[in-house]
């Protein structure tokens, strides 16, 4: 069973960095893609960020290119986004999500999400 865990949200002042952690068990990821979406009060849930666990290959949203990353500790089976220059407008709860196949497929594993608020 994957289970997929969020920490490191929190309060931060625009312009501030944050961290988000993203603990996975239950598999080995090496052949799964990692994601992060985030889900702001009455909007759909959106694209953050992504990274294929073998390869550390990465994508963004436009909205984020050039201000966060994302990257994996493979020893520790985790997932980080790392924030800098967030803006209001990044306010959302923050979700991490798994998907078996590097390339294709719904991500089909979701952790219970962090909220991240950024005070203007």
């Known amino acids: 069973q994957v289970q997929l865990v969020e920490s490191g949200g929190g309060l931060v002042q625009a312009g501030g960095s944050l961290r988000l952690s993203c603990a996975a068990s239950g598999r080995t990821f090496s052949s799964y893609a990692m994601g992060w979406f985030r889900q702001a009060p009455g909007k759909e849930r959106e694209f953050v960020a992504a990274?294929?666990?073998?390869?550390?290959?990465?994508s963004y949203a436009d909205s984020v290119k050039g201000r966060f990353t994302i990257s994996r500790d493979s020893a520790k089976n985790t997932v980080y986004l790392q924030m800098s220059s967030v803006k209001p407008e990044d306010s959302a709860v923050y979700y991490c999500?798994?998907?078996?196949?590097?390339?294709?497929?719904?991500?089909?594993?979701w952790g219970q999400g962090t909220q991240v608020t950024v005070s203007s």
């Open positions: 999500a798994a998907r078996s196949h590097p390339y294709v497929g719904e991500y089909k594993y």
């Open positions: 990274i294929i666990w073998s390869l550390a290959s990465t």
